[in-house]
């Protein structure tokens, strides 16, 4: 199983960027696909989550500028950033299927990780 996580770059404060992470391998419609971030010296915390297209969820510093969505004939996770700040700056990593009683946001709740896409917003 691959997660390949693409459409990371440098953006100025204000831009917007769309992450596509592209599943093979194994499907993933029934599963919870989602998004986490490691920026420079810090821990990796929780962006986003989806729960086979019925729930999300984002994490306070994201929500109302950035959405996550799927297109599960593609095996494909999205994450549309909107209003990006320098504090967005991060490889951001995607994620698939949660272990079975974990909750969404915590880093060891997930069975597969992409290998990251780094987003470096300028000020």
């Known amino acids: 199983v691959q997660l390949q996580a693409s459409g990371g770059g440098l953006v100025q404060t204000g831009g917007s960027l769309r992450l596509s992470c592209a599943a093979s391998?194994?499907?993933?419609?029934?599963?919870?696909m989602g998004w986490f971030r490691q920026a420079p010296g810090k821990e990796r915390e929780f962006v986003a989550y989806?729960?086979?297209?019925?729930?999300?969820r984002y994490a306070d510093s994201v929500k109302g500028r950035f959405t996550i969505s799927r297109d599960n004939s593609k095996n494909t996770v999205y994450l549309q950033m909107n209003s990006l700040k320098p504090e967005d700056t991060a490889v951001y990593y995607c994620?698939?299927?949660?272990?079975?009683?974990?909750?969404?946001?915590?880093?060891?709740?997930?069975?597969?990780w992409g290998q990251g896409t780094l987003v470096t917003v300028s000020s």
């Open positions: 994620v698939a299927q949660i272990k079975l009683g974990r909750t969404y946001g915590n880093r060891y709740s997930w069975n597969y």
């Open positions: 391998g194994r499907t993933f419609s029934s599963d919870s």
């Open positions: 989806d729960w086979s297209g019925y729930t999300t």
